[in-house]
T-cell receptor
Framework: AQKITQTQPGMFVQEKEAVTLDCTYD???????LFWYKQPSSGEMIFLIY??????QNATEGRYSLNFQKARKSANLVISASQLGDSAMYFC?????????????FGKGTKLSVIP | DGGITQSPKYLFRKEGQNVTLSCEQN?????MYWYRQDPGQGLRLIYY???????QKGDIAEGYSVSREKKESFPLTVTSAQKNPTAFYLC????????????FGDGTRLSIL
């Protein structure tokens, strides 16, 4: 069974500082994908970054980067130069294949608060 | 602009009543999904559909039903059999069999009267 673990229920970071949000996963699949989503208080889910299990380079998207350590089964999100607008819930999710389709399993999330 | 529209934004259900949540997408995506989110929790999959007129149960399908008569639409009915329906419901869509992310609507918040 696939499982995502986010061990930090809440995190605080000073504005303009970098922060790392932890994500570990468990799967027996060789091919899988890892996603990070941001959920502001308004509720919508915003896609941030994707890492495939066969990608050799760590993914980057603007201020977001994914620290992918395959042997340790971790896919931590790094946000550089935090902004007040980064305050939100952050979810790590894993794509897995089943019954001829692909689905996502989500972690329980980390609430990030950016302090001015 | 392409996107996913969920309606209504807020919905109230009386005891013993069925209610239907709407989800429409104009992204030309093959696959559509319904998730439930409880406070402080991640998203759990209710139902998903990869193609018109076909859908599969997710992890928590009991008390819910869906239909997929059109590619653009994937309504979710919360039946009276769902004893704890109060939650935030999110609809998503994606290309089938791809590494592209799922795109989400803005959600419907369902409460019991």
């Amino acid at each position: 069974a696939q499982k995502i673990t986010q061990t930090q229920p809440g995190m605080f970071v000073q504005e303009k500082e970098a922060v790392t949000l932890d994500c570990t996963y468990d799967t027996s699949d060789q091919s899988y994908g890892l996603f990070w989503y941001k959920q502001p208080s308004s509720g919508e889910m915003i896609f941030l970054i994707y890492q495939g299990s066969y990608d050799e380079q760590n993914a980057t998207e603007g201020r977001y980067s994914l620290n992918f350590q395959k042997a340790r089964k971790s896919a931590n999100l790094v946000i550089s130069a935090s902004q007040l607008g980064d305050s939100a819930m952050y979810f790590c999710a894993m794509r897995y294949s089943g019954a001829g389709s692909y689905q996502l399993t989500f972690g329980k999330g980390t609430k990030l608060s950016v302090i001015p | 602009d392409g996107g996913i529209t969920q309606s209504p934004k807020y919905l109230f259900r009386k005891e013993g009543q069925n209610v239907t949540l709407s989800c429409e997408q104009n992204l030309n995506h093959d696959a559509m999904y319904w998730y439930r989110q409880d406070p402080g929790q991640g998203l759990r999959l209710i139902y998903y559909s990869q193609i018109v007129n076909d859908f599969q149960k997710g992890d928590i399908a009991e008390g819910y039903s869906v239909s997929r008569e059109k590619k653009e639409s994937f309504p979710l009915t919360v039946t009276s059999a769902q004893k704890n329906p109060t939650a935030f419901y999110l609809c998503a869509s994606s290309m089938k069999y791809s590494n592209q992310p799922q795109h989400f609507g803005d959600g419907t918040r369902l409460s019991i009267l």
